[in-house]
């Protein structure tokens, strides 16, 4: 089985920063694309941030020059760097993944449980 576990949320004030991660760990051949989506109440889910295994990464225009994803391969995690953060940036983050378990199998996407940011004064 393969788990993904994200940590780092939590209250931080406008203008403050937050790193989240998600660490993938279990039976893991390969790890392709890792992603952070958010979800606001109200709102449906959102992708945020994606990286390949090579390392190219995209984020959403709302985030850009704000919050830079990144990944450890020898780790297998996955990170968030959030600056500037916004009140409107208050979510539940989570992280996915396409993970191959067996060699020579297609990838399968899995999820963490996510980790709530709130940012308020």
């Known amino acids: 089985q393969v788990q993904l576990v994200e940590s780092g949320g939590g209250l931080v004030q406008p203008g403050g920063s937050l790193r989240l991660s998600c660490a993938a760990s279990?039976?893991?051949?390969?790890?392709?694309?890792m992603n952070w989506y958010r979800q606001a109440p109200g709102k449906q889910r959102e992708l945020v941030a994606s990286?390949?295994?090579?390392?190219?990464?995209n984020v959403v225009d709302s985030v850009k020059g704000r919050f830079t994803i990144s990944r450890d391969n020898a780790k297998n995690t996955v990170y968030l760097q959030m600056n500037s953060l916004k009140p409107e940036d208050t979510a539940v983050y989570s992280c996915?993944?396409?993970?191959?378990?067996?060699?020579?199998?297609?990838?399968?996407?899995?999820w963490g449980q996510g980790t709530q940011v709130t940012v308020s004064s």
């Open positions: 996915n993944a396409d993970i191959v378990t067996i060699i020579g199998t297609m990838s399968n996407r899995y």
């Open positions: 990286i390949t295994s090579g390392g190219i990464t």
């Open positions: 279990g039976r893991i051949f390969r790890i392709y694309a």
